[in-house]
């Protein structure tokens, strides 16, 4: 959506903040000495480099000092400034550095809304490009939900097959211990992802499997034709594996997963939840039996040939989803939104209110169930957003926008400690981390960022 402001409005806070700007750094130069105020003449000058077209210098400030999605304290990144003033050359160099295009300002606007607005035409079709590229269906893919291998379920029945990529020398092997993954160190300081998944060839871990050690299909990476297995090594001491892979770790799911890099992330969702599956389902929940694991994991058989579950379809036999809401519910008016904490939550962090769906219910009546029994409020017309697995263990986020149909709040005290209206601007404050007290939304990984972020951005425009 293309935000309508006033340009003239947009245009003269942009000057404003640049004389603001530059004149508090030239004080922070000479009064302050912190390691952030020794950058700041380097970020100016990146921000600057991008709004003139100064390919060159923005190139060596990357290299050196500089992160790419550096922000100033209106939320600008040098991106937005290279689509406010067209400077494509910029922005090319700007794409090919990895910067996000989806960062929001404080008024909630991206790049491209940015170059839209000022008629930037080529600079906003070279980001729209970039974005296809990445995403060519043009649909938010939220984290957990990038796993890019093709699951081939059709192999899934195929023993002799999946015996044979087992020992495939080419075969790439995923050890999880206590379902916390092996896991590697990203290195490059300009990632601002810090693990990645560790993988390891047959020849390396032949040694740790015996008859009962759980083997899971994960799926083939199409781009290197390599099928793809995660092992359960628990119960065996983790620190007999850095022979293996002496950067490896085993890293704590929570919340060091969320920094994944995104890909590597969606296949750890896929690992864990099945791990965890195949971990805590290992009775017939039908007779109670023994089971069996087939189909590469993604199944289990009872051993009593006179079950149930051994006739017809039997969604016991299967991993289990447990589908779940999660909403941003927006007042009549349509100023503010409902979030909500959690008893749990860390001090200060606020976020949607959510809840686990009930067979035989729909996703619009279980956010008007899970709205009024946390919080009181009645809702109204529920539009769907985006979805997010969030493996732990196995939960599928189902995003939803809600409108709200009452205001009154009466919080569910056993599961809730607050639940509060917020209006935009303080919505604004708490997503870019400028809340005078501190209150701040879960960060861009969890879905409940995504959807707050997209109404902020969605009513740019209307001065709320
Ligand atoms: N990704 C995100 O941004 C995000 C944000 C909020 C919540 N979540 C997840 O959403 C899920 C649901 O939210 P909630 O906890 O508020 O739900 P909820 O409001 O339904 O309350 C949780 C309670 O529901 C009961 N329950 C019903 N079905 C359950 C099931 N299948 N598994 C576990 N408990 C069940 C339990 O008593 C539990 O204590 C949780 O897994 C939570 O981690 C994700
Ligand atoms: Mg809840
Ligand atoms: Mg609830
Ligand atoms: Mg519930
Ligand atoms: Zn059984």
């Known amino acids: 959506m293309v935000p309508r402001l006033c340009k003239v409005g947009l245009f003269f806070k942009s000057r404003k903040r640049f004389k603001i700007f530059r004149s508090v750094s030239v004080i922070n130069m000479s009064s302050r000495t912190g390691p952030e105020d020794t950058k700041k003449p380097f970020v100016d000058k990146y921000f600057e480099c991008a709004e003139n077209g100064n390919k060159e210098e923005l190139s060596f400030l990357l290299k050196s000092t500089v992160n790419v999605d550096q922000r100033n304290e209106k939320g600008w990144t040098a991106l937005m400034f290279a689509a406010r003033h067209g400077q494509t050359g910029v922005i090319e160099t700007l794409l090919e550095k990895g910067c996000d295009t989806n ?175 195949l971990e805590r389902y290992k009775f017939c929940a039908t007779c109670g039996s023994s089971t069996d694991i087939t189909e590469g994991g993604h199944k289990r058989v009872c051993r009593n040939q006179e079950c149930k579950s051994n006739k017809g379809i039997h969604n016991t036999a299967y991993p289990r989803t447990d589908p779940s809401v999660i909403m941003l519910v927006i007042s009549a008016d349509g100023k503010r939104c409902l979030l909500g904490r959690k008893k749990q939550f860390p001090a200060k962090m606020w976020s949607c209110l959510a809840g686990f769906m009930e067979p035989g219910e729909s996703i619009e009546d279980t956010v008007r169930r899970e709205v009024e029994e946390e919080s009181g409020v009645k809702v109204g017309r529920v539009d769907y957003h985006s979805s997010q697995p969030w493996p732990f263990p196995a939960s599928l986020m189902l995003g939803t926008i809600a409108y709200a149909k009452t205001e009154d709040i009466k919080v569910d005290e056993d599961e809730m400690e607050d639940a509060q209206w917020f209006r935009r601007p303080e919505i604004v404050q708490m997503l870019t981390h400028q809340h005078p007290q501190g209150l701040y939304i879960p960060p861009e990984q969890a879905i409940a960022h995504q959807i707050i972020k997209s109404w902020v951005r969605n009513t740019a425009s209307s001065n709320l």
């Open 103 to 277: 960062i929001v300002n404080k008024t909630g606007q991206t790049a491209q809304d940015i170059a839209l607005f000022w008629d930037q035409n080529l600079a906003a079709k070279l980001i729209e490009a970039h974005m296809k590229e990445e995403n060519p269906d043009q649909q938010l893919r939220n984290f957990f939900s990038l796993n890019h291998l093709d699951r081939a379920s059709e192999k899934r029945k195929d023993k002799d097959w999946l015996q044979a990529k087992i020992s495939d020398e080419t075969s790439q092997f995923l050890l999880l211990s206590e379902l916390k993954p092996f896991v590697l160190p990203i290195k490059d300081k300009t990632s601002k992802w810090r693990y990645r998944l560790c993988w390891l060839d047959h020849n390396k871990i032949s040694s740790h499997l015996t008859s009962d050690t759980v083997i899971l299909f994960l799926g083939i990476d199409h781009s290197s034709s390599q099928s793809l297995f995660a092992i359960d090594v628990s119960g065996k001491e983790e620190s007999k594996f850095k022979d293996l892979q002496p950067e490896g770790s085993f890293m704590v799911p929570f919340p060091g997963s969320l920094q994944m890099e995104p890909s590597d992330a969606g296949i750890f969702a896929e690992a864990r939840s099945m791990m965890d599956w």
